[in-house]
């Protein structure tokens, strides 16, 4: 699973999935109910993905209204002021999606639809000379510019993913804090990344800004690698007290998804046949469930973290596997988990199936 990287420190790597495709399908479970994806890629890593991969996907049975983009680094500005080049990736974003509806002559994009939410990167620890960043992410994003993520995901033992490793106790840092407290001058919220051991950075963060919404991506990083490669069971009894204390946060919300994340552990993508639904919902439910528990429905909401988690299964599966956790669910608790909590926390409006 890793491989030798800069300072010594293994990198925990997706490895390409080759697979036996028709044993990956599946057709959609209660294919009426409205989704919002709240959290999407495009790029050329993780075997690539863009607009109309997305678009496909979205098509292919689920009742997919709209989505949010969430930065991973892509399409940065060339030139120009260092801290101004990661509006290259909203501008990016603006462009694509505009092209494919002007591609096809639907209005699939903007307020509803693909990328109807987009959260960018500034580095916050400009202090108060973010705004400069914030501003022109506002103004490229076209009213679709939503929040701020900054990973503070790191680990003393290894490397992961294709955004630079950040720095130690990025989250306490007082310029990063400076720059965060301008969040809510804009009306933003943050995206937050980190691995379970971090929950604690993220609890001083939310309590510091009660005032800005933040979004925990990934039920917060619970890490099956590195020391817990051989004891889950020890990442998950030190996960649950911290994420208790999290939820008396009311700022914060948690996304359901990501564990096709490599950090997670699980060897899905390892296997010729990929996991069915049911599969998946057994996996996953020890670490759904708590989440759901403390955090209520009205504070969750399922994520895709595409393409990132189609290494471990098809678009249709993975919404799939969100609906078999949830049968014993009320209608009202099903509707604020696969959009009405991503609707409010995201500012979105439209709930029409893209088709």
Known sequence: MSEPQEDGLPVIAHRPVARHVDAAMETAL?????IIDPHHHFSEHWGGYLVSDLKRDMTAGHAVAATVYIQCGHAYRTTGPEHLKPVGETEYVIAETAAADKATGKATSGSGG???????????RLGEQVEEVLAAHIEAGKGRFKGIRQSGARHETFKHGVLPRPPKGLYGDPAFRRGYATLARHGLSFDAWIYHPQIDEVIS?????????LILNHVGGVLGVGPYENDRARALEEWLPDLQRLARCQNVRIKLGGLGTATFGFDFAESDWPP?????AAAWRPYFEPCLELFGAERCMFESNFPVDRRVAEYV??????????EAATPDERAALFHGTAAATYRLTSLVPIG
Do not use: C, H
């Open 30 to 34: 209660d294919p009426d109910l409205p």
């Open 114 to 124: 693909i990328a109807a939410g987009i959260v960018g990167y500034a580095d916050l």
């Open 205 to 213: 963060l939310a309590q510091a800004f009660p005032e800005i919404p």
């Open 276 to 280: 069915t639904s049911e599969a998946l």
């Open 317 to 326: 599966v993975l919404w799939n596997a969100f609906k078999r956790i949830t």
